[in-house]
């Protein structure tokens, strides 16, 4: 563990002590750092991966897909009984 200073505008510091209180306001940040530090490392995965897949749907997905009754390709078509 590091000790660190930080400065917080009153809103915030209030809205988090109304939450988990004076005595929890580090547990708080910590854990609100590590979500944030795993949202933008999923981010920079996702960005990395963007594009992979490119080409024709049947190169992607391993199968051809279906055209639907409307002429849209790979679009889910719901049928409904006539009961």
Not at 34 to 42: A, I, Q, S, V
Not at 50 to 63: F, L, M, N, S
Request: proline letters at 5%.
């Amino acid at each position: 563990m590091a000790r660190v200073h930080l400065i917080l505008s009153e809103k915030s510091l209030k809205a988090i002590d109304r939450v988990v209180g004076a005595r929890g306001r580090s547990t708080f940040l910590d854990e609100a750092a590590r979500e944030k530090l795993d949202r933008d490392g999923l981010r920079e995965a996702l960005d990395a991966a963007y594009g992979i897949a490119e080409g024709p749907p049947e190169t992607t997905t391993g199968r051809t897909p279906r055209p639907s009754t409307n002429g849209s390709v790979g679009s889910v078509e719901v049928r409904r009984s006539s009961t």
